[in-house]
């Protein structure tokens, strides 16, 4: 009999021959498995073992051979799940990647595990896999299948069991890794990420099979690490790339793409809720709010197919994914500060919480309302009240205003209109700035319907002059730009971009 070779132990695709560790949600999905008519959901992040589990699941249930393995991600298997609600005795039919499938499809299938769930029928049994929430997307479609569904949540694996599969891949090859706990702490919970860095390491070693004599691998996870980024980069770093300078990228902006993809490698599990991010995050709020509330995060994803094996966006959940786990190993292990430099930009840390506070009076709001927009767009963060109502409500708004005007915005936009030195707040607002003006902080724009004098004090620096009486989208274009320009020189200056 041939010794194991290394591709038979250490598995990067296929099911695990030597190292199967039963996962901890394994005895809950053998039940629910061999219970009649009941539809199973399993979900969890990518690479955590759910389809392996319950392909052995079914070998031990001997089941295994009648089962029909479809996935969302083939057209020919697409074309056999939309029909699968007219089939009768389907046996066992599992749907790999069920959040890939459109809606209709969707609905369909949630409506036929329900009927199968009611008439407990024996001939068929649905079992769907997907990334966390699937079984939210089901129930969105039939609220009454919660109670007729099995719902198996596959978590990150504990270290111990994560142990278990190092352990029985050096006993299969007869070697001792060295460095095995930290090859389980690198792997995060992922037995996929075990895999990949064992066999990177009996690469490094030298050590394509079995050994007849016990060997040591002395390998550091330093070296590990190397050699699975520098092969890992040659096929992530482009898209990686190519996601965080968003559709144009826009050097003076706040590189919402970037953050996005920093949250993601900063997160315990594969998934982020971007609006909990935002909330983690508000000083990001101005730009990567702008980015997800409008619809460009989905329809950038929708447009460059490079996405889609890495990244799954649900936009009814604002929950971003990561397909696949090598992307997660990679993203984790990112020079981030190199990175963000060979996107475009030398640092992602921005020092105000917003780049620009706009101050108006309620006559000009149209205008502020559209620069807002001309600069949200450049990706730019700018306090614009309008689009903060729901976080003001219920707070002292002089002690929540006040703080933008006098520091947490780079640049005060002041709207010199003939109402300006009339109105409550601008009062209020421009008490809060008026110290700025000898930073270079402030940036007037005075209409030519205004009195001379509406606020002398911005007599004395650079500013922009506005004319109602012409063609005013031209003109805030105009500004948009120029301001835009200012903050990339800033930048500049400051060594950030």
């Known amino acids: 009999m041939s010794l194991p070779r290394l591709e038979e ?11 199967f560790v039963r996962p901890l949600e394994y005895e809950k999905l053998l039940i629910a498995l061999r219970t009649a008519g009941r539809g199973v959901v399993v979900e ?16 031990e249930l001997n089941v295994d051979a009648k089962a ?29 990647d069920f959040h890939r499938l459109e809606p209709a499809i969707q609905s369909s299938i949630a409506d036929f595990m329900k009927t199968l769930a009611d008439e407990e029928r024996e001939d068929t049994k649905v079992v769907v896999v997907g990334i966390n929430k699937v079984a939210n997307s089901l129930i969105s479609f039939a609220a009454d299948l919660n109670t007729r569904i099995d719902i198996i949540r596959f978590e990150a694996n504990p270290d111990e069991r994560v142990m278990q599969l190092v352990d029985l891949g050096q006993s299969a090859l007869n070697i001792a890794l060295k460095v095995a706990p930290e090859i389980v702490t690198a792997a995060a919970g992922s037995f996929f990420i075990a895999q990949m860095l064992c066999r990177e390491a009996c690469i490094a070693a030298h050590i ?46 706040r590189a919402p793409y970037l953050h996005i993809l920093k949250w993601l490698a900063e997160a315990n599990e594969w998934s982020i809720a971007l609006d909990r991010e935002l909330a983690k995050h508000p000083e990001q709020r101005g730009s990567v709010g702008q980015v997800v509330e409008k ?88 306090f614009f009240d309008e689009n903060e ?83 005013t989208h031209v003109q805030l274009r105009a500004m948009a730009e120029l301001l835009c320009r200012k903050i990339l020189e800033r930048a500049v200056g400051q060594g950030r971009a």
């Open 295 to 382: 619809g460009y995060l989905l329809d950038f994803l929708g447009k460059n197919e490079s996405f889609a094996d890495v990244l799954h966006y649900q936009a009814s959940t604002s929950i971003l994914t990561v397909e696949d786990p090598q992307f997660v190993f990679f993203l984790r292990h990112l020079g981030w500060n190199k990175f963000a430099s060979q996107v475009g930009y030398l640092s992602i840390d921005f020092r105000s919480r917003y780049d620009f506070a706009l101050s108006f009076a309620g006559p000009d709001r149209g205008f502020a309302r559209e620069l807002f927009g001309l600069l949200s767009d450049d990706e730019l963060s700018v």
């Open 389 to 471: 109502q729901s976080r003001i409500l219920a707070e002292n708004i002089e002690d929540y205003l006040g703080p933008i005007y006098a520091s947490e915005a780079t640049y005060v936009v002041c709207f010199l209109g003939p109402e300006y030195p009339k109105r409550i707040w601008t009062v209020f607002e421009s008490k809060q700035f008026k110290d700025r003006f000898g930073e270079g902080a402030v940036i007037p724009i005075w209409f030519t319907t205004a009195p001379p004098g509406v606020f002398d004090e911005s007599s004395r620096v650079g500013g922009i002059t506005l004319d109602p009486t012409s063609d």
């Open 9 to 19: 132990v250490f598995k990067l695709s296929g099911i695990p021959t030597y190292t």
């Open 208 to 253: 394509t099979e079995a050994q007849e004599l016990r060997k040591d691998v002395n390998i550091s996870v330093e070296t590990i690490t190397y050699r699975v980024m520098a092969e890992l980069s040659r096929a992530f770093l482009p898209i990686a790339m190519t996601f965080a300078a968003g559709p144009r990228l826009r050097r003076e902006g």
């Open 44 to 59: 969890g992040p990518s690479g955590i073992g759910k389809t392996t589990a319950v392909t052995k699941a079914l070998a």
């Open 68 to 96: 029909t393995k479809l996935s969302a991600r083939k057209k020919d298997d697409r074309d056999l799940i939309r029909e699968l609600p007219e089939m009768r005795d389907a046996g066992v039919v599992i749907i790999d």
